[in-house]
C-alpha cells in the first residue's frame, strides 16, 4: 500500500521527465483522468484506490499526482498484489477502509464481492480495416459467428460491431460486464462477457477471439472444445485456427482426478478473497469430501510458489480456488499435485459426469449456477472403488444417503464416544523434528531477559 509521496521520484530522477505537458496529455489519455475523476465524483467516493499490474506502476505516481490535484483528496496506490494482478485487490484496499476501487490494466473480469470497482484497461492496436477485409476474406455473409477479444481491445470494438452487422446478419458480439449492468437480450455469461446467444444454439456458431494466446482464449476452448474457432492476431492481421490439443490436456487432469480419490489431507489453496463465492466453494469442497472421510485444510499463503507448499508436505493435493485465468496451474514442480473446483467435483460427486468441456471459473459450480450438479443421493455406502493410479482398493466411505449441506444439523444417537484419527496430527507424530522441545516441568522457571539486538552476521553483544 503506497501514497503518491511514497514513491514519487526525486528531482534528479529521470522518471521526472514525467511532468512534461506532453506526457501528462498522454498520462490522461492512456489511463482515461477524466472517465476516473467523473466516477469518483458521481458517486461521492472519498477513499480511493488505484490497482496497477508491476509493467505500470512506474507510472503511478504522476497519475496518482494528477488526480489528487484535481479532486484535493487522498488517492491509495495498490502495487504488489496479493494474489494475481488480473483480480482486484480487495485486501489490500480495505487495508485504508477504501469505498472503492480504480484497476488498470489486464482483468479477469471475475465479479467482486464487496468493493464498487471501475475498470481501465490497456489499448492495444488492431488495424479496423484490415480486420474488415480479413471477414469478408474468411466469411461469408451467412456464417453465424460469435466474436469474443481481449479486454484490451474493447476500445475498438464498438467501430468494429457497427460496420461487420451491417455485412453479417448472423453475428453475435459479445459485451464486457464491467459496470454490473446486464443487457436487456442477455442470455449467458462467459468469463465475465454477456453472450446473447441462447445456451442451446451457442454450438451452432463460429467462435472468433481477437488477441493473443493466454489463459483467456484458453479457457474458451476448454469450455467449446469442439466448435470451430479462429484467433484474429492484430499485430499479424490475419485468421488462424486456434488449436489446443484438448484430449492430451484432459489426460493430464483426468490422472489429477484419480489422483486425488486416494487422499486424505487436503489442502484449499485461497487463490483470491475478493472473487465472489470463493468462501461458498470452499464450504462445497468440504461438503464433498467429509463422507470421504478426507481432512481438509485452509491455506492462504499470497502468491503461490513451490518453496511456499513446500512447508506443508503432510498435504497429499491441493485444491486452488482461484480466478478463471490462474486457476490451472503446472504442478510438476510442486510436490504435491494441485488440482480445481471442479475436478473435485468430478472425482467426488459421483453425479458429476465426465465430459470434453472443462470448467475453469468455480463461481459456475454453486448452487443455482449452469455447471452445478447436485449430489446422487442413491449412492450404495461403502462402495468399492479400484484406483487407476495405484490399482489399490479404493474405499469410498459414504457416510450417509443424504445430500451434504454446511448447514446440516446431526441427529442425536447413542451417547457413545469413538476414537478418531487425525491424519496431519499423525504424519506430524511421524516427522524427524517436530519442532522445539518443550521440556515442561524439567527447566526452572525465569524471568525475561534482554536478548540480542543487531544484525544476524555480528550481534552487538558479540565480540569483533
Not at 413 to 436: I, K, M, P, Q, Y
Request: aromatic residues 10%; glycine residues 4%.
Amino acid at each position: 500500500m503506497y501514497t503518491v509521496k511514497d514513491i514519487l521520484p526525486s528531482e534528479k530522477s529521470p522518471a521526472n521527465e514525467v511532468t512534461a505537458p506532453e506526457c501528462d496529455k498522454s498520462i490522461r489519455k492512456e489511463f482515461e483522468l477524466e472517465r476516473c475523476i467523473e466516477w469518483i465524483t458521481e458517486k461521492g467516493l472519498k477513499r480511493v484506490c488505484v490497482q496497477f499490474a508491476q509493467d505500470q506502476i512506474h507510472k503511478a505516481p504522476r497519475l496518482v499526482h494528477m488526480l489528487e490535484s484535481e479532486l484535493k483528496q487522498k488517492i491509495y496506490i495498490l502495487g504488489d498484489t496479493s494474489y494475481g494482478s488480473c483480480c482486484v485487490d480487495e485486501v489490500a484496499a480495505q487495508h485504508v477502509n477504501a469505498d472503492s476501487i480504480i484497476h488498470f490494466g489486464h482483468a479477469c473480469l471475475s465479479p467482486s464481492e464487496r468493493t464498487p470497482v471501475l475498470y481501465i484497461f490497456n489499448k492495444e492496436h488492431i488495424d479496423i480495416e484490415q480486420f474488415k477485409m480479413c471477414m469478408h476474406d474468411t466469411f461469408t455473409c451467412e456464417d453465424k459467428i460469435l466474436l469474443l477479444y481481449d479486454v484490451s481491445y474493447q476500445h475498438a470494438i464498438c467501430a468494429i460491431s457497427q460496420y461487420l452487422k451491417k455485412s453479417f446478419d448472423n453475428l453475435i458480439v459479445s459485451e464486457l460486464l464491467i459496470d454490473g449492468k446486464l443487457s436487456s437480450n442477455f442470455e449467458h455469461m462467459f468469463f465475465g462477457r454477456v453472450i446473447s446467444v441462447p445456451k442451446t444454439k451457442i454450438n451452432d456458431y463460429v467462435i472468433i477471439f481477437i488477441g493473443s494466446d493466454g489463459p483467456c482464449i484458453a479457457n474458451f476452448k476448454y469450455l467449446f472444445p469442439g466448435q470451430p474457432f479462429f484467433r484474429y492476431n492484430p499485430a499479424l492481421s490475419s485468421f488462424e485456427p486456434f488449436k489446443v490439443n484438448i484430449s492430451k490436456f484432459l489426460q493430464k487432469r483426468m490422472y489429477l482426478i484419480e489422483s486425488l480419490k486416494n487422499v486424505k489431507n487436503l489442502g484449499i489453496l485461497i487463490g483470491t478473497l475478493g472473487v465472489k463465492s470463493y468462501l461458498e466453494a470452499v464450504e462445497r469442497i468440504k461438503c464433498l469430501t467429509k463422507p470421504r472421510e478426507i481432512k481438509c485444510y485452509i491455506i492462504s499463503v499470497g502468491k503461490i510458489n513451490v518453496a511456499k507448499l513446500a512447508n506443508f508436505p503432510e498435504m497429499d493435493a491441493y485444491v486452488l480456488i482461484s480466478c478463471a485465468e490462474n486457476s490451472l496451474l503446472d504442478s510438476k514442480e510442486f510436490l504435491q499435485p494441485i488440482v480445481t473446483p471442479y475436478e473435485v467435483e468430478l472425482a467426488f460427486n459421483s453425479a458429476y459426469k465426465w465430459s470434453e468441456k472443462y470448467v475453469t471459473d468455480f463461481t459456475t459450480l454453486m448452487p443455482g449456477c449452469d455447471n452445478y450438479v447436485k449430489e446422487n443421493n442413491d449412492i450404495q455406502e461403502n462402495e468399492v472403488n479400484v484406483s487407476l493410479v495405484s490399482s489399490n482398493v479404493q474405499n469410498t466411505l459414504i457416510e450417509s444417503n443424504e445430500t451434504c449441506s454446511p448447514t446440516s444439523l446431526v441427529s442425536k444417537g447413542l451417547d457413545s464416544l469413538a476414537l478418531s484419527e487425525s491424519h496431519g496430527c499423525s504424519f506430524l507424530t511421524s516427522r524427524s523434528w517436530v519442532g522445539l522441545e518443550q521440556k515442561l516441568g524439567q527447566n526452572a522457571v525465569e524471568k525475561a531477559s534482554q536478548g540480542r539486538s543487531g544484525l544476524p552476521f555480528k550481534y552487538e553483544n558479540e565480540n569483533a
